[in-house]
């Protein structure tokens, strides 16, 4: 039986999202938000090669570890913070449930 | 069915997405293919429409589109290469691929007077003191490149961790100890100092900022796509792409179409094998628009065999 998770979108406008998401179906955050209809893009398709799905991680036990392609993609993008991550690389797992993330700006 | 084809791309190599994006990561959802790699898929690609030997214009955007009264369009590229053709298919994918602009309020004023984001003819720059900025292959190899052509090169990046060739990583720290380069880690260029043209810029790590005299600054932060002028031409867009029937794919333009990534319809997903599939079906409309008095019979390549061209795609218009 599937167990679903609570996490909260930020959107940005200051509107906040909080949307059910099931654990077992092997998904991402930027796939989440991209589901849920909230404004990312996920251009790159999860490959950590866009950065159109960067958020602020706003809880501090869920910030996670960088990998290395999304550390390297993090370091060319824009409006980057020490809590900024790439949702394409944050699996969605049962550890995540209260996660609070906000969506970074557009790049220009 | 023997139609030409002209390929008009803005990067300076066909491939779109596979080729600038990922052509070393491998994909596994091409028919056939159990494995393949981006560019390999890319490069057998090519291989395969050799015998048609379709024309190309490449490294120019594809920019204006107009329709002439005989319903044929001539489409202007952003360097004024001009093609006339009776059909139109835009394979867009993200759009075309713009160098990420840092983000810095005067950074217009300098842009080709001291600051350019690629690196063309890269003989002019020789010997000349620069700024590069970025992690990437790009920044890397350029900076690798002009300090062993007698340049001082300043290499700035946000970070110690490049993502550039490990070997390329060394060989920028070995010109580093040989006094031709100079690595500024966990640093950004954040402003810019100049009248006319760039005279200096000012570097900023999180404890100081340092001013670097210096009239030229490439900052090599990769490409990002954007759909660009394709989003002016009176098509149908809807959330950054275009709007097709199924039937054919084409747009609310008569005559022209949109396949691959670039389109939406319901049902779409965005994958190399439905492209194809949207190509094939096009290609049947377009044929009736270029032949109105034929018709078009399917033939299976098995039976007859590849029926390419002899000749050349005879030359583009002259660049006006």
């Given at each position: 039986m599937s167990v679903d998770i609570t996490i909260i979108v930020v959107d940005r406008k200051g509107a906040e999202h909080e949307i059910s998401v099931p654990t077992?179906?092997?998904?991402n955050l930027m796939e989440v938000c991209k589901g849920f209809e909230l404004p990312v893009e996920g251009v790159c398709g999860g490959m950590a090669m866009c950065a159109s799905c960067q958020v602020y991680v706003l809880t501090e036990n869920h910030f996670g570890e960088r990998n290395d392609d999304e550390e390297a993609m993090l370091d060319e993008a824009y409006y980057v913070e020490d809590n900024s991550r790439l949702g394409c690389q944050i699996p969605i797992t049962l550890?995540?449930?209260?996660l609070r993330v906000a969506l970074a700006p557009e790049a220009p | 069915m023997k139609l030409r084809c002209h390929l008009i791309d803005a990067?300076?190599?066909?491939?779109?997405q596979l080729a600038e994006i990922y052509p070393k990561k491998p994909i596994y959802d091409i028919p056939g293919y159990p494995t393949v790699l981006a560019g390999e898929l890319v490069d057998n690609l090519m291989e395969q429409a050799a015998p048609f030997k379709p024309g190309f214009t490449l490294g120019e955007r594809a920019d204006s589109i107009d329709k002439q009264e005989d319903g044929s369009f001539i489409v202007t590229t952003n360097r004024g290469t001009q093609h006339h053709a009776p059909v139109v298919m835009i394979a867009g994918g993200l759009g075309s691929f713009e160098p990420r602009r840092p983000l810095i309020d005067n950074i217009k004023d300098f842009e080709d007077n001291g600051v350019r984001y690629i690196v063309k003819d890269p003989d002019q720059f020789e010997g000349r003191d620069m700024v590069i900025s970025g992690g990437g292959d790009s920044a890397l190899d350029w900076a690798i490149y002009f300090a062993e052509k007698g340049s001082f090169v300043h290499l700035v990046h946000?970070?110690?961790?490049?993502?550039?060739?490990k070997d390329s990583v060394s060989r920028a720290y070995a010109l580093e100890d040989e006094g031709k380069m100079k690595i500024h880690a966990f640093a950004e260029v954040k402003e810019l100092v100049g009248d006319d043209s760039l005279e200096a810029i000012v570097v900023h790590t999180k404890e100081d900022q340092t001013t670097i005299t210096t009239d030229l600054w490439f900052p090599l932060f990769g490409l990002s796509p954007k759909l660009g002028?394709?989003?002016?031409?009176g098509l149908d867009i809807e959330k950054n792409a275009i709007v097709v029937d199924t039937f054919d794919y084409q747009t609310n333009l008569p005559g022209i179409f949109a396949i691959g990534d670039v389109n939406t319809y319901p049902g779409k997903l965005k994958l190399i094998l439905c492209g194809f599939h949207e190509a094939t079906l096009a290609v049947q409309t377009a044929y009736k628009i270029i032949n109105p008095d034929k018709k078009f019979t399917l033939k299976y390549t098995t039976v007859q065999g590849v029926q390419g061209f002899e000749d050349q795609q005879p030359k583009e218009t002259a660049k006006s």
């Open positions: 077992d179906m092997n998904l550890e995540l449930d209260g | 990067i300076p190599q066909p491939g779109g946000r970070s110690d961790r490049f993502r550039a060739h002028p394709i989003g002016d031409w």
